[in-house]
């Protein structure tokens, strides 16, 4: 009798426990009025989300102050009102395999925030999976050590990652077709091929530290681009040859009636700002961005970019903007976009010394550059080589 009623007493603490746990409602910490559940935390609690843990009918649901917080597969099954929800100051969050739902609901997220992470964990490429349209994604101050192929592709109006600390972002890590797409102040160690791609209204990828990207990592078409203010510390192969500006055929408002059907007559141009780069290793082949041809010389603005100041680094790309006027150094076979996008860059450029002393790139150039003539006028050859001392001449061919 006694070891019955024993067990009796094990199983209602279980019970009740159980009940607490899977409730959301139930925890001290979390409020829910209506349909709107908010969680704040003392830093210490973990919370483990399931299809069980939220009220039937959800609108918004805010956690924040926590040591840790788990969306387990199919979290949110049957939540097709949910319109904000919002991450914060979590030490650790993860994401399970379709944490949202195994399958796909109808519904529209108006706002989707994860802000001051310390550690993100996709478990898996398919988190995101079967996530519902959003309106505005904001991940700010999240750390990630590893992006699993297709581990960040959301279907959003606008998505902005800023200010986050990323090891790896892998194959296809990151896919957005969002109208405006923003990737600032972010720290990246290495941006592997084909990593960010997508295609975008407005794309902005500024102000970032990547100690490493590879060969066409990122591979974006837009309308309106803005690539300026990173450092890339070391790269291989051509890392920017996919980024895409390009023109866009748009309906023209005044040639159809409201009834009549739409003619895409006007073709919107693109315009692509590169400003303020810094590359600290540097060969012509970061500069291989046939998309730059798309651009209007009106709507292209190239200026203020680094280099080392290393006469065999900017060579070749010295001989290509500045010595194309010899007979034996005539510009290779490019179209005339992409030489112009070579020239700006070259023009406008700045180079760095040891010291971290700056130099205007075509000052520096022409300082260290010496053209040689060999043979005679039947078969006179021009070589163009890296001096063994400064030229004091500046010289302007």
């Known amino acids: 009798m006694g070891e019955n009623r024993a067990l009796l007493v094990t199983f209602l603490v279980c019970l009740i426990s159980g009940d607490v746990l899977g409730n959301i409602c139930s925890l001290s910490y979390c409020k829910c009025e209506d349909s709107d559940v908010s969680c704040q935390g003392g830093n210490k609690e973990e919370l483990k989300l399931t299809s069980s843990s939220l009220p039937s009918s959800l609108l918004t649901l805010s956690l924040t102050n926590m040591a840790s917080v788990t969306f387990t597969t199919n979290s949110f099954a049957g939540q097709e009102e949910?319109?904000?929800?919002?991450?914060?100051n979590i030490e650790h969050v993860v994401l399970e395999k379709f944490c949202y739902s195994k399958t796909e609901l109808s519904g529209h997220i108006t706002h989707f925030t994860m802000e001051n992470i310390k550690h993100f964990e996709l478990l898996s490429g398919n988190s995101f999976d079967n996530f519902p349209q959003i309106s505005h994604v904001v991940m700010r101050k999240v750390g990630m050590k590893v992006v699993p192929t297709g581990g960040l592709k959301l279907y959003s109006d606008t998505m902005l990652i800023e200010n986050c600390e990323i090891g790896e972002l892998t194959r296809e890590s990151i896919y957005s077709d969002s109208q405006t797409f923003i990737f600032i102040n972010n720290k990246v160690k290495i941006i592997k091929s084909q990593a960010i791609s997508g295609s975008n209204n407005k794309f902005n990828f500024s102000g970032n530290d990547?100690?490493?990207?590879?060969?066409?990592?990122?591979?974006?078409?837009?309308?309106?681009?803005?690539?300026?203010?990173?450092?890339?510390?070391?790269?291989?192969?051509?890392?920017?040859?996919?980024?895409?500006?390009?023109?866009?055929c748009m309906p023209d408002q005044t040639a159809y009636?409201?009834?009549?059907?739409?003619?895409?007559?006007?073709?919107?141009?693109?315009a692509f700002v590169f400003e303020g780069n810094y590359f600290p290793q540097f060969s012509l082949a970061v500069l291989d961005l046939?998309?730059?041809q798309n651009v209007p010389l009106g709507s292209l603005t190239i200026r203020g970019n680094k280099v080392p100041c290393e006469?065999?680094?900017?060579?070749?790309?010295?001989?290509?903007?500045?010595?194309?006027h010899l007979e034996e150094n005539e510009r290779p076979d490019m179209?005339?976009?992409d030489l112009i996008f070579k020239k700006e860059f070259y023009s406008s450029g700045m180079c760095v010394g040891e010291n971290g002393e700056e130099v205007r790139l075509k000052k520096f150039a022409r300082s260290w550059l010496e053209i040689t003539e060999t043979g005679d006028e039947d078969s006179e050859n021009i070589e163009i080589t890296c001096a063994d001392s400064q030229i004091d001449d500046d010289w302007i061919p």
């Open 82 to 88: 949910l319109k904000e929800l919002s991450l914060e």
């Open 210 to 248: 990547i100690s490493k990207i590879e060969t066409n990592a990122i591979s974006v078409a837009f309308l309106s681009g803005d690539l300026s203010r990173n450092t890339f510390h070391t790269h291989t192969g051509t890392p920017l040859r996919d980024v895409g500006p390009e023109p866009v």
């Open 257 to 270: 009636n409201y009834d009549d059907p739409v003619e895409y007559k006007i073709v919107a141009t693109p």
């Open 290 to 292: 046939p998309g730059a």
């Open 311 to 324: 006469c065999q680094a900017i060579k070749e790309l010295a001989v290509l903007a500045d010595f194309d």
């Open 335 to 337: 179209e005339f976009g």
